[in-house]
């Protein structure tokens, strides 16, 4: 048995597919097979069903729990090496959702890697859903997600409570509500109110983020003039600093685009049964993950750029 047969056995059992597998780790499908086949004949006992589909023995599920552990410690002792001889040498597995990806990383990545060259960062984009199962199977080292879950097994650091923000067009404003709109935006500066844009067209979110300000929509018995519908924060906020319908974005993805926002844009907090709305962010770590000197140091800058954009003032209105 070899590590190197291990770590491909592990990751065979995520697709269950030779050629998928061999392909995303750029080697041949023999040389996969006669990996497998040398950890087979180590344990003396099938580790795959081949027929009619690749399916795990119930050895095999043993043998791959036994391989997360290995592969997970091997990751700890490369890094506890590493910070003993002071190498400042290894690799950062970081996942996030594209819009955070996009909003932090610029402003991260620049000062990390003056510090330390020779760190490899590997990025995965995804939703909170999948990173979390990732962080703590040991694929990833770190992520940022959505929401605070109970886990066990996953250190939990609080990052941001974003902020979530109604973007309005001071031209969609004035068609919609004439004379009514300078009225209404000065209620909506400390906070808006749904139904008092109820006119206007809204883009919508398909996603967790969506799915909390639907309530907003049912609290206030509004139902939305739908422009846009999607499942992407970024798309939506497109539309809202264009002034093509009523947006909704958050404080991060704001700072990130500040330099699109128009003169003519509107943004007020959101409300929801009187209090502001917010999308709380953890960044979430393996329990069983030992965290390099230069990974701390990038955990360090993650928290020094939320802290930086949670006191950082967006609100505006048109015109003031």
């Not at 027929?51 to 729990?65: D, F, H, I, Q, R």
């Not at 209404?184 to 919508?204: C, D, M, N, T, Y």
């Not at 497109?238 to 844009?265: N, P, S, Y």
């Amino acid at each position: 048995m070899d590590m190197t047969s291990l770590y491909y056995f592990a990751e065979l059992a995520k697709d269950l597919h030779m050629t998928n597998t061999a392909n995303r780790l750029f080697i041949s499908q023999q040389t996969l097979s006669n990996h497998i086949q040398r950890l087979e004949e180590y344990f003396g006992t099938r580790l795959l069903y081949r027929k009619p589909s690749l399916a795990l023995t119930s050895a095999g599920e043993y043998v791959l729990a036994f391989a997360k552990i290995v592969n997970n410690e091997q990751t700890n002792l490369r890094d506890i090496l590493s910070d003993i001889e002071l190498q400042e040498r290894g690799i950062i597995r970081f996942g996030a959702s594209t819009l955070r990806m996009n909003a932090c990383m610029p402003v991260v990545l620049p000062v990390f890697s003056e510090r330390y060259p020779n760190v490899e960062i590997r990025l995965t984009n995804n939703v909170t859903d999948r990173l979390e199962p990732m962080v703590e199977d040991g694929e990833l080292d770190m992520a940022i997600i959505a929401g605070n879950r109970s886990n066990e097994r996953i250190v939990t650091e609080p990052l941001l409570n974003d902020q979530i923000y109604l973007v309005v067009s001071d031209r969609l404003l004035h068609q919609f509500y004439g004379e009514e709109a300078g009225e209404i935006k000065q209620k909506a500066r400390e906070g808006a109110l749904l139904r008092w844009f109820e006119k206007i067209p809204f883009s919508v979110l398909n996603n967790r983020m969506g799915r909390r300000i639907q309530q907003c929509f049912d609290e206030q018995k509004v139902h939305p003039r739908i422009y846009l519908s999607t499942d992407y924060t970024r798309v939506s906020t497109v539309t809202g600093l264009k002034g093509l319908a009523a947006c909704f974005t958050t404080q991060m993805d704001l700072i990130a685009h500040r330099d699109e926002i128009q003169e003519e844009t509107n943004i007020f907090p959101l409300l929801y049964k009187g209090n502001r709305m917010y999308q709380d962010l953890f960044l979430v770590r393996s329990r069983d993950r030992y965290l390099a000197h230069y990974s701390r140091d990038f955990v360090d800058l993650l928290h020094g750029y939320f802290d930086e954009v949670e006191h950082t003032e967006v609100s505006r209105t048109a015109g003031e």
